[in-house]
């Protein structure tokens, strides 16, 4: 059983960074393939970005490309989602997921096995 937390939301200023945390609880954060998620009122969870086990592997969706970076420290069992330059869109509750046998960078929301409870992100115009 994993257990995941994130933190690090809040309301931001349009142009304003956040760093999202999400740590994992067990020993399997090592081994994990790490993703974070979006999902607006009335919309569908969207994707975010993904990391692979080891850092090696990123993705990330077509709006957030080069304004936000995810990472890991395998050392705290975190994962981190750097977001810069936000925009009002980027609002939404964020998600942080985790994949046990995690070799890639997945991007879809059906390929991990947990789930955590999600903290907002408001972004002011």
């Known amino acids: 059983q994993v257990q995941l937390v994130e933190s690090g939301g809040g309301l931001v200023q349009a142009g304003g960074s956040l760093r999202l945390s999400c740590v994992a609880s067990?020993?399997?954060?090592?081994?994990?393939?790490m993703g974070w998620f979006r999902q607006a009122p009335g919309k569908e969870r969207e994707f975010v970005a993904a990391?692979?086990?080891?850092?090696?592997?990123?993705n990330y969706a077509d709006s957030v490309k080069g304004r936000f970076t995810i990472s890991r420290d395998h050392a705290k069992n975190t994962a981190y989602l750097q977001m810069n330059s936000l925009k009002p869109e980027d609002t939404s509750i964020y998600y942080c997921?985790?994949?046990?046998?995690?070799?890639?960078?997945?991007?879809?929301?059906?390929?991990?096995?947990?789930w955590g409870q999600g903290t907002q992100v408001t972004v002011s115009s």
């Open positions: 990391i692979n086990w080891n850092g090696g592997v990123t």
């Open positions: 067990g020993r399997t954060f090592s081994s994990s393939a």
């Open positions: 997921a985790a994949r046990l046998s995690g070799s890639a960078a997945y991007t879809s929301h059906s390929a991990y096995n947990y």
